[in-house]
């Protein structure tokens, strides 16, 4: 009569396990990118169960802000633009949340239009003010771009309209890893667009801009025709970041050579 084997009964034993073990091992090593991906995932997952939910707000009604400035202070000749990751978002006391950064547009004064940003707000500070949250205009004709769709891509789904710098208030500074690795660059490409706004005249600094710091929004529409028809359009959208930090890189490299700065 032949011995029973677990192995024959169907149930895994020992060999069958070490086989098993091994597969794994062998697909492990061969596959690290599927196991980092999966990890990945996992990741994400549980940030995205431990993210509250967003709530609806009533758009007619002010909303209390506290946030950390997330972008450089992009300067225009009537306002200047930034992004606001917000921490607390209030209203009539209520807190909710929302997916996404704020898109601020801080409206200059006539007195002080050439001047550089007022008060010179910087990458990771924190900030508090108090304004009414809006979408992107919507235009239905077709053809149009979604502007709100592609607000929403952008990760900047909602606005904010300052008339005044006096609207915000200063509470300090943000305090992470991802905001000590990239306030000393921020900070430069902050002293370097303020530099070529005083120094440069319009049209020249919107060149530079555009070019440096990838800001197409800066050109005229009759400077992105002439751009066009050179075909060096991607040297002021696509590479434009790419250039800004071989840039920043070069200058540190010659002022250690003791080589001036410009």
Excluded at 44 to 61: M, Q, T
Excluded at 106 to 127: D, T
Excluded at 225 to 241: D, I, K, T
Aim: charged share 20%.
């Amino acid at each position: 009569m032949k011995p029973y084997s677990p192995s024959v009964s169907g149930y895994p034993g020992p060999s069958s396990l070490r086989e098993c073990a091994e597969r794994i091992t062998r697909f492990v090593k061969f596959n690290p990118c599927f196991i980092l991906a999966l990890a990945v995932l996992c990741v994400v997952a549980l940030i995205s169960e431990s993210e509250p939910l967003e709530h609806n707000f009533d758009a007619l009604k002010p909303v209390q802000v506290t946030g950390w400035i997330s972008s450089s202070i992009s300067l225009h000749a009537t306002f200047a633009y930034f992004e606001v990751t917000p921490l607390h978002l209030k209203q009539t006391g209520k807190p909710f949340s929302i997916s996404g950064k704020l898109g601020v547009f801080l409206a200059k004064s006539s007195e002080v239009a050439k001047e550089p940003p007022w008060p010179p707000l910087r990458f990771g500070e924190l900030i508090e003010f108090t304004s009414y949250l809006n979408q992107p205009t919507f235009y239905a004709a077709p053809g149009v771009l979604d502007s709100r769709e592609f607000a929403k891509l952008r990760g900047v789904p909602y606005r904010v309209n300052l008339k005044s710098a006096l609207q915000i208030e200063r509470i300090g500074q943000h305090t992470s890893l991802f905001v000590a690795l990239q306030t000393p660059l921020k900070n430069y490409l902050n002293r370097f667009e303020e530099h070529c706004v005083k120094a440069l005249n319009p049209a020249t600094a919107r060149f530079v801009l555009s070019s440096f710091l990838g800001r197409s929004d800066c050109l005229r529409p009759a400077e992105r025709e002439q751009v066009r028809e050179l075909g060096v359009q991607h040297l002021f959208v696509v590479s434009g970041f790419h250039i800004a930090v071989v840039f920043a890189a070069l200058h540190a490299l010659l002022r250690n050579w003791g080589l001036p700065g410009r």
